[in-house]
């Protein structure tokens, strides 16, 4: 659980400072410059990281209510007790894995709302929020691969499993096309 958090974490900052640089936002100490671009694009990413934890919820009250897990962070919740709710949700991480946010099928349709968002001028909030919640999924994936050694779990809704080679493709595919997308802010 800590190490997840750790490699998300870290894996934020590093996207959050290689973007910064690249884009040159830190070479203007102009407090203008820090409320127009740097807030806004890191509270988007604050959230876009955020976001994907929202699958879970989906799947303990929504697709798989009757599971003891969900029951007793349910339970957790509606005492008010959310810090140990949260902590189960993480604890049991590895236990859910038919997701709506953590498929193939949401990322290939977010990847292309992603590419519209940064390419149409939307708001710098926005993009942020777009390109670190497909980080989050990246890193989901690279994750998976390293622990379980496979991220079929990923392709559950379409009919075929890829190979190992297939998936580290897949991955690193992914991975560029958010650097892509970060960079081209």
Do not use: C
Not at 54 to 77: A, C, K, M, N, W
Not at 127 to 153: A, D, T, W, Y
Not at 168 to 180: D, P
């Amino acid at each position: 659980m800590k190490e997840r958090l750790i490699v998300h974490t870290s894996l934020f900052f590093a996207l959050l400072l290689l973007v910064g640089l690249f884009k040159q936002w830190f070479s203007s100490y102009e407090l203008s410059s820090l409320y127009r671009v740097i807030l806004p694009f890191l509270y988007g990413a604050i959230i876009g990281s955020l976001l994907p934890y929202l699958d879970h919820l989906i799947y303990v009250y929504g697709i798989r209510p009757e599971e003891l897990t969900s029951q007793r962070v349910r339970g957790y919740f509606s005492k008010g007790n959310l810090v140990s709710g949260i902590k189960l949700l993480f604890a049991s991480h590895d236990e859910r894995n038919k997701f709506i946010l953590h498929t193939a099928h949401f990322q290939l349709i977010f990847v292309l709302v992603s590419f519209w968002v940064v390419s149409s001028g939307a708001s710098i909030f926005g993009k942020g929020v777009v390109v670190f919640f497909l980080l989050h999924l990246v890193v989901e994936q690279i994750l998976q691969l390293n622990e379980k050694k496979n991220i079929n779990n990923w392709f559950y809704a379409i009919p075929f499993d890829l190979s190992k080679k297939q998936q580290i493709l897949y991955v690193g595919v992914n991975l560029v096309l958010v650097l892509l997308l970060a960079l081209f802010l």
